[in-house]
Antibody, heavy 122, light 107 residues
């Protein structure tokens, strides 16, 4: 059964770059049926989609992040990654990685990592 | 961006009750809508996609309906593990967006 696991620093200083990785296990990262995405949830708030990446490197992003986000994939390592530059306290959140499945007609996010908490503070 | 408005934000109910949560979108998304359940401190879990298709392994007391801009999630005969938070999500166009959530509490 496919599993996702986020990893990265739990504390980032303001103005620095947040870097997270998501490791895919129990399945293929190179399937044509999947996108690999990042979603975040500030404390006590709702979910915000950050963006996703296809195994060949094609990406989609949320414009609300004003080009601060970069998502990449390394298929040989079964990993995809998120970099978020110039962070502020507003970027403090639980960050989830998730698989976005394409059925040929519908998308849905059916596999999620457990999430990792990132706090932005000096 | 497509905005999703969920109602109610909070809902009090008892074990065995049937409850309905509504999600309204700011534009027509056909049936490209999913529902998720999120327990405290846990990742979201997919319940329904394509507005009404039950994800494998999800109990049949969960059902979804709707098309266009108005959607509903119905939970029949609430069980103790169902008292948690639910989100809708549109997957019609990027950026993908979520509703604000509905917390189902024990009355």
């Amino acid at each position: 059964q496919l599993q996702l696991q986020e990893s990265g620093p739990g504390l980032v200083k303001p103005s620095e770059t947040l870097s997270l990785s998501c490791t895919v296990s129990g399945g293929s990262i190179s399937s044509t049926s999947f996108f690999w995405g990042w979603i975040r949830q500030p404390p006590g708030k709702g979910l915000e989609w950050i963006g996703n990446v296809y195994f060949i490197g094609t990406t989609n992003y949320n414009p609300s992040l004003q080009s601060r986000a970069t998502i990449s994939v390394e298929t040989s390592k079964y990993q995809f990654s998120l970099k978020l530059t110039s962070v502020t306290a507003a970027d403090t959140a639980v960050y989830y990685c998730a698989r976005q499945t394409w059925t040929g007609r519908y998308y849905y996010m059916d596999v999620w990592g457990k999430g990792t908490t990132v706090t932005v503070s000096s | 961006d497509i905005q999703l408005t969920q109602s109610p934000s909070f809902l009090s109910a008892s074990v065995g009750d049937t409850v309905t949560i509504t999600c309204r979108t700011s534009q027509d998304i056909s049936n490209y809508l999913a529902w998720y359940q999120q327990g405290p401190g846990k990742a979201p879990k997919l319940l329904i996609y394509a507005a009404s298709i039950l994800q494998s392994g999800v109990p049949s007391r969960f059902s979804g309906s709707g098309s266009g801009t108005d959607f509903t999630l119905t939970i029949g005969s609430l069980q103790p593990e169902d008292f948690t938070t639910y989100f809708c999500q549109q997957l019609k166009s990027y950026p993908l967006t979520f509703g604000g959530g509905t917390k189902v509490e024990i009355k």
